[in-house]
């Protein structure tokens, strides 16, 4: 078992910034994934981005290309989404997960999930 532990959500005005953090218990195996996925009030859970821990590569949902970036420390499992330029439309419990595939950017595909933290963003 895989626990996840997001914090860094609150109130922002537009146009400002927050950085989320999630904690992971331990990694899921050699080639997991950890991502950020979003769900705004009505909406369904949608990718936001993803760090495969094997390579290092980095994934984006295009809506958050240039403003968000994720980025991991592996020695204590820990990765971070910083946002930057947030929009009203940016509003939405943030959750954390972890996958035990490579690169993955399906809701499906994830194993672990974390409780979420509220982002808000006013105009």
């Known amino acids: 078992q895989v626990q996840l532990v997001e914090s860094g959500g609150g109130l922002v005005q537009a146009g400002g910034s927050l950085r989320l953090s999630c904690a992971a218990s331990?990694?899921?195996?050699?080639?997991?994934?950890m991502g950020w996925f979003r769900q705004a009030p009505g909406k369904e859970r949608v990718f936001v981005a993803a760090?495969?821990?094997?390579?290092?590569?980095?994934y984006y949902a295009d809506s958050v290309k240039g403003r968000f970036t994720i980025s991991g420390d592996n020695a204590d499992n820990t990765v971070y989404l910083k946002m930057n330029s947030l929009a009203p439309e940016d509003t939405a419990i943030y959750y954390c997960?972890?996958?035990?595939?490579?690169?993955?950017?399906?809701?499906?595909?994830?194993?672990?999930w974390g409780q979420g933290t509220q982002v808000t963003v006013s105009s």
């Open positions: 997960a972890a996958s035990s595939r490579l690169g993955v950017r399906m809701v499906n595909d994830y194993n672990y």
């Open positions: 331990r990694h899921t195996g050699s080639r997991d994934t």
């Open positions: 760090l495969s821990w094997y390579d290092g590569r980095t």
